[in-house]
């Protein structure tokens, strides 16, 4: 079966540091991986999401960005985080067809001091 | 590009009170629609996905949504909830097109009171 794994499920940073939140897969190949984040009253927001190594498309200008070095890991990074980069970030997968749900790993509560 | 609407922000209810929960999308072409739900403490989970067919879908924990397609809406609902039931619920929708994103609305938090 397929599994989904997201780390750290905590993480405080201060202003100005780096970030990498890492999220892999297993059980499938060549899945479609995504991050979310996800704010109260806002609900998920779309990050970036990537159909393949090396290809990665970004929904919202901000602060952050991503790749996928891997067929199922899926990397989130900032050179220097702000204050409002604070937020529950969650990555998904699905299968690369039409007609599928995503699946989404535990999420990452990032806290930037 | 597809959007979703969630009309209420926050509902509450008692036990055995019925529930509908309102969403709305914004995309011409065909979709695949979801309704996900966040028990406190959880990750998302799927309650129910609606591709093709019947537009009446059942899902788990007794819930069904309808999807409407001359009002673009995919409500869910459930005839009696439950304490448990208390969570936040999101609706979702995606083009039927192979590498196309889910798209979510801003969520409904339901508190069900025993």
């Known amino acids: 079966s397929q599994t989904i794994h997201q780390w750290p499920a905590t993480l405080v940073q201060p202003v100005g540091s780096p970030l990498s939140l890492e999220c892999t897969v297993e059980g499938t190949s060549n899945p479609n991986l995504y991050w979310y984040r996800q704010a109260a009253g806002r609900g998920l927001q779309l990050l970036f999401y990537?159909?393949?190594?090396?290809?990665i498309s970004s929904e919202v200008p901000q602060n952050l960005s991503a790749s996928r070095p891997q067929d199922r890991q899926f990397i989130l990074s900032s050179k220097k985080l702000l204050l409002s980069d604070s937020g529950f970030y969650l990555c998904?997968?699905?299968?690369?067809?039409?007609?599928?749900?995503?699946?989404f790993g535990q999420g990452t509560r990032l806290t930037v001091v | 590009a597809q959007s979703v609407s969630q009309h209420n922000h926050h509902v509450i209810l008692s036990e055995a009170a019925s529930l509908e929960l309102g969403c709305n999308y914004s995309?011409?072409?065909?979709?695949?629609l979801f309704w996900y739900v966040q028990y406190p403490g959880q990750h998302l989970q799927l309650l129910l996905k609606?591709?093709?067919?019947?537009?009446l879908v059942k899902g788990i924990k007794g819930f069904e949504a309808e999807f409407i397609k001359s009002k673009f809406s995919f409500n869910l609902r459930k005839p009696s909830v439950q304490w448990s039931d208390t969570a936040e619920y999101f609706c979702?929708?995606?083009?039927?097109?192979?590498?196309?994103?889910?798209?979510f609305g801003k969520g409904t938090t339901l508190s069900v009171s025993s």
């Open positions: 990537s159909v393949g190594i090396g290809q």
């Open positions: 979702a929708v995606k083009t039927n097109q192979a590498g196309t994103a889910l798209i």
């Open positions: 998904a997968w699905s299968i690369g067809t039409v007609n599928t749900e995503a699946f």
């Open positions: 609606y591709f093709s067919g019947d537009p």
């Open positions: 995309y011409g072409g065909t979709v695949n």
